[in-house]
């Protein structure tokens, strides 16, 4: 890989870092793309989908349904009476 094309990419990461997940507008994600979006692990996002039956796999490829993972996602939302606990 070129310099260039490392610059692009290390662009790009930095550009989705700063989105907030519900501003990115894709049917569909890839755990590695997720890792990125949600700031979270590898493990955590196939753990999350397999939780929301939004993983598929097609042979060795796994993507996931952003809608789908992002209804179950919203359960883990803290609000302030968990806050306290």
């Known amino acids: 890989m ?4 490392r610059k692009l ?3 790009i990461r930095e550009r ?3 989105l907030d997940p519900s501003d990115i507008r894709v049917e569909y994600f890839r755990p590695d793309e997720g890792m990125m979006i949600y700031h979270v692990g590898r493990g955590v996002i196939m ?3 397999e939780e929301a039956d ?6 060795r490829n796994c993507i996931i349904n952003k809608e789908l993972f992002d209804k179950n996602f919203q359960k883990y939302k803290v609000t302030s009476e968990r806050k306290h606990k």
């Open 2 to 5: 070129s310099l260039a094309e």
């Open 9 to 11: 990419n290390h662009a």
């Open 16 to 18: 989705i870092l700063a």
């Open 47 to 49: 753990d999350l989908a």
């Open 54 to 59: 939004a993983l598929y796999r097609v042979g």
